[in-house]
Nanobody, 119 residues
């Protein structure tokens, strides 16, 4: 079973930046499209960014122009560079592989990494 280990979260002031990393136990080139999700308190988990095996990217409107997803297939790692952070970006961030509709390819999730944006 593929496992995900997310890291890089923390407390940051509005307007600040963070870079998240997700180390995947499997071969992400074989997996294909990878994505970053987040779950804010009291809300459902949502997909915020995805990147295909050919590095085509997609972003939720709420993060477009501020977040950048990238991948290093040799390191089996997916990154999320987050700039101009806002309080509404506060959430636990996870990675997984997007499936059909709102589903993910893998049913298991990592522990996530917590991002808090506050002054």
């Amino acid at each position: 079973q593929v496992q995900f280990v997310e890291s890089g979260g923390g407390l940051v002031q509005p307007g600040g930046s963070l870079r998240l990393s997700c180390l995947v136990s499997g071969n992400i080139f074989s997996i294909g499209t990878m994505g970053w999700y987040r779950q804010a308190p009291g809300k459902q988990r949502e997909l915020v960014a995805s990147i295909s095996s050919t590095s085509r990217t997609n972003y939720a409107d709420s993060v477009k122009g501020r977040f950048t997803i990238s991948r290093d297939n040799a390191k089996n790692t997916v990154y999320l560079q987050m700039n101009s952070l806002k309080p509404e970006d506060t959430a636990v961030y996870y990675c997984n592989a997007p499936g059909v509709g709102s589903r993910t390819v893998f049913g298991s999730w990592g522990q996530g990494t917590r991002v808090a944006v506050s002054s």
